[in-house]
């Protein structure tokens, strides 16, 4: 085991930073777990109803979008009114912010 003055002159940017003390490094948030992240990570992602009124524009292409998944039977009738009631009186930000091109590849997919 080399003695202090070795170790000084073998290493002498990790000494400096010994013997400046420790130093410290705040944390800004804290990371949760959220339900979709109990399922094995090989699965695909495949988005809902809801990812896709995220990326429309105009609450035309909104109704569309549920339209579409409706008639491919993704969601059913009542979901198809009750998402078409929220978007008529709340409003299309309603169902969240606006996802923009390659949203996932920037932030991943625990929004």
Known sequence: MPNDDEFRTDYPALNKELESGTAKVGINGVRTMSEK????STERFLPDVVDYIRRCDTMDQAVE???YMLK???????????FKSQLKAQGLRSFGTKKE????LH???SE
Do not use: F, Q, S, V
């Open 65 to 67: 979008i549920i339209n």
């Open 37 to 40: 992240t109990d399922t094995p």
């Open 107 to 109: 932030h991943g997919l």
């Open 72 to 82: 491919r039977g993704e969601i059913n009738a009542k979901e198809a009114r009750e």
């Open 101 to 104: 091109t390659d949203h996932y």
